[in-house]
């Protein structure tokens, strides 16, 4: 899907525009498998510039990455998610405890909040 996460002040944000294939049961909206992708995804780059910051690095500064993976994923849909417009998930840093961070998740589209979520992410560690 070619989308990036960027650290804006305290929350990490991704904004998407889903092409058309990605409508799903209701007509003119997005499905909810594509929903629950851009929490995972976001929500593990959300996790690893968190991780960063408190380390006092930065994303891409030539030091080892940190990397994430999905401990746990919860995907709440709180209404349809309209097709044509562009999407923004936004995350919020909940806690980091040596290698977990857990991130809030939201997804709104137009300013309606859609879906909401929690990620556990999970460090790989740079052996792997």
């Known amino acids: 899907m070619r989308f990036r996460s960027y650290l804006e002040g305290d929350e990490a944000v991704l904004r998407f525009t889903p092409s058309p294939e990605y409508t ?11 929903l629950a992708s851009l929490l995972d995804c976001h929500g593990a780059a959300a ?7 408190a ?3 930065e994303v891409g500064d030539g030091g080892e990455p940190l990397r ?5 994923l919860t995907v709440v ?7 044509g417009v562009e ?3 936004r995350g919020r840093l909940d806690s980091i405890s040596g ?19 929690e990620m556990v992410a999970i460090q790989i560690p740079p052996e792997l």
């Open 68 to 72: 994430f993976v999905t401990g746990t």
């Open 24 to 34: 799903g049961g209701v007509p003119g909206h997005v499905y909810g498998g594509l």
């Open 99 to 117: 290698r977990k961070v857990v991130v809030a998740l939201e997804l709104s589209a137009e300013g309606e909040v859609c879906v909401t979520g």
């Open 55 to 57: 380390r006092g690095r």
């Open 77 to 83: 849909y709180r209404r349809p998610t309209p097709m």
């Open 47 to 53: 996790a690893s510039g968190f991780a960063h910051r």
């Open 87 to 89: 999407l923004t998930v």
